[in-house]
T-cell receptor, first 110, second 113 residues
Framework: DQQVKQNSPSLSVQEGRISILNCDYTNSMFDYFLWYKKYPAEGPTFLISISSIKDKNEDGRFTVFLNKSAKHLSLHIVPSQPGDSAVYFCAQGGSEKLVFGKGTKLTVNP | DGGITQSPKYLFRKEGQNVTLSCEQN?????MYWYRQDPGQGLRLIYYSQIVNDFQKGDIAEGYSVSREKKESFPLTVTSAQKNPTAFYLC????????????FGSGTQLSVL
C-alpha cells in the first residue's frame, strides 16, 4: 500500500518567517518525492523534488528535507512571502503514477 | 509556448448526460494523466496513458472513459454512471512514464445542474 499523508490541513505564518510543511509516507519502496504548489482554480506547478540518495535539496528560498528512517519529508520556505500563499501538495513517485497527499493550505500574512 | 491546454474552464452537466473534457499537449510527452480534485482532498488518479492507443485505469476510474488516439490528445468523458461528478479535473503529462515529474494543465471545473 502506498499512502502519502499531510496531517496539517492549514498553516499560517508571518511574512519573513519560516514556513515548514510536513509530509509522511508509508511505502519506502518508492524513492522520489516532489512538492507542488497550487493556487485556486489553477493546475499545480512543480516546486522542488528529492530522491532518496540525498537528504536535502535546496532551490532558492525552498529546501526539502528527507528523513528516510522516519519516512518523513518537509518543505521549508525561508523567508515566507505573501505570494507563497497557496495549497502545497507532497507527492511520491510510485511504480506507474504519482501518489499525492491531501495538501496543506499555507497563508502568509503581511 | 509549450504546455497543456484544458478546455473548457467551466462545464455543466445535466442529469443523464455524458460530457467530454479536452486535454491537449504540445510538449511531445509520451505519458498523460487525468486527476480529480475534491475540496479538502488530494489529487486522485482517474486514468493514465503511457503511450498512444493504450491507457490504464487509475484509482477511481468508474464512471469515466478515455481515449488516446493521438500523442498530443487525451480526452476524458464523464459518463452518466458517475454519480458524483462535481469536481476540479486536472490533466497532466510527463516526458515518459518513468519520469514522475508531471506538468499540469489549468483544470476544468465540472458542476452538475
Amino acid at each position: 500500500d502506498q499512502q502519502v499523508k499531510q496531517n496539517s490541513p492549514s498553516l499560517s505564518v508571518q511574512e519573513g518567517r519560516i514556513s515548514i510543511l510536513n509530509c509522511d509516507y508509508t511505502n519506502s519502496m518508492f524513492d522520489y518525492f516532489l512538492w507542488y504548489k497550487k493556487y485556486p482554480a489553477e493546475g499545480p506547478t512543480f516546486l522542488i523534488s528529492i530522491s532518496s540518495i540525498k537528504d536535502k535539496n535546496e532551490d532558492g528560498r525552498f529546501t526539502v528535507f528527507l528523513n528516510k528512517s522516519a519516512k518523513h519529508l518537509s518543505l521549508h520556505i525561508v523567508p515566507s512571502q505573501p505570494g507563497d500563499s497557496a495549497v502545497y501538495f507532497c507527492a511520491q513517485g510510485g511504480s506507474e503514477k504519482l501518489v499525492f497527499g491531501k495538501g496543506t493550505k499555507l497563508t502568509v500574512n503581511p | 509556448d509549450g504546455g497543456i491546454t484544458q478546455s473548457p474552464k467551466y462545464l455543466f452537466r445535466k442529469e443523464g448526460q455524458n460530457v467530454t473534457l479536452s486535454c491537449e499537449q504540445n510538449l511531445n510527452h509520451d505519458a498523460m494523466y487525468w486527476y480529480r480534485q475534491d475540496p479538502g482532498q488530494g489529487l486522485r488518479l482517474i486514468y493514465y496513458s503511457q503511450i498512444v492507443n493504450d491507457f490504464q485505469k487509475g484509482d477511481i476510474a468508474e464512471g469515466y472513459s478515455v481515449s488516446r488516439e493521438k500523442k498530443e490528445s487525451f480526452p476524458l468523458t464523464v459518463t452518466s454512471a458517475q454519480k458524483n461528478p462535481t469536481a476540479f479535473y486536472l490533466c497532466a503529462s510527463s516526458i515518459n512514464p518513468g519520469v514522475k515529474k508531471l506538468f499540469f494543465g489549468s483544470g476544468t471545473q465540472l458542476s452538475v445542474l
